[in-house]
Nanobody, 115 residues
Framework: QVQLVESGGGLVQAGGSLRLSCAAS????????MAWYRQAPGKQRELVAT???????NYADSAKGRFTISRDNAKNTVYLQMDSLKPEDTAVYYC?????????WGQGTQVTVSS
């Protein structure tokens, strides 16, 4: 049973930083593109950033210049470094990934940015 488990969320003041981690566990044969999404209260889930197996990255406009997605293939882990956080970044952040050619979601981790 494959699982994606996020960690690293919390409460931070505006201008601060957080680093989210997402570890894939279980019987894993392949991991493809990984992504971070977020969902704020009353809003739809939105894509934040993606990273391919080869390390190619893509960011939502709201994340460009402040967030950095990376991955450690040896550890089956993807990260999201979030700097210069703003109150509007408050949301539940979800990890998503293609594992063994199937799509999986993590349970989400809360990020709250106070003004």
């Amino acid at each position: 049973q494959v699982q994606l488990v996020e960690s690293g969320g919390g409460l931070v003041q505006a201008g601060g930083s957080l680093r989210l981690s997402c570890a894939a566990s279980g019987s894993i044969f392949s991991i493809g593109t990984m992504a971070w999404y977020r969902q704020a209260p009353g809003k739809q889930r939105e894509l934040v950033a993606t990273i391919t197996t080869g390390g190619r990255t893509n960011y939502a406009d709201s994340a460009k210049g402040r967030f950095t997605i990376s991955r450690d293939n040896a550890k089956n882990t993807v990260y999201l470094q979030m700097d210069s956080l703003k109150p509007e970044d408050t949301a539940v952040y979800y990890c998503n990934g293609q594992v063994n050619l199937n799509n999986y979601w993590g349970q989400g981790t809360q990020v709250t940015v106070s003004s």
